[in-house]
């Protein structure tokens, strides 16, 4: 059951990140009709994922990939520059989603020992 909300958070992440490339070269009305059914359903599976996972995890993995993913295409895709201070701060971003998840472990194990 877990592996299946974990597939979700996955998804929602995909999806979070193409509506905001959308965001960013988005030029006609369909493009952006386009964007509106790709956040309905990237919303559709992070309240799924929200059903079986705690709901601030979810939403710190969720915010986190947005994050990264977004400075990434930034850089990758749109001529964006990355220094010593991204990437320390995307660093740390990461490590405190990785932190969050393996807190509610410990506290799962609290209620389930």
């Known amino acids: ?48 994922a929200c059903e079986q996972l705690p709901t601030g995890t979810v939403y710190a993995v969720f915010a986190a990939a947005g994050a990264v993913g977004t400075v990434v295409m930034d850089v990758y895709l749109f001529g964006g520059t990355m220094n010593g201070d991204k990437l320390f701060f995307i660093l740390l971003l990461v490590a405190g989603v990785i932190s969050l998840k393996m807190a509610d472990g410990n506290e799962e194990r609290k209620v389930n020992g």
């Open 1 to 48: 059951m877990m592996n299946k909300a974990w597939f979700y958070v996955m998804l929602t992440c995909t999806f979070e990140l193409l509506w905001v490339y959308g965001f960013s070269t988005a030029d006609r009305w369909w493009h952006w009709a386009l964007i509106l059914g790709i956040i309905v359903v990237d919303f559709h599976f992070l309240a799924k």
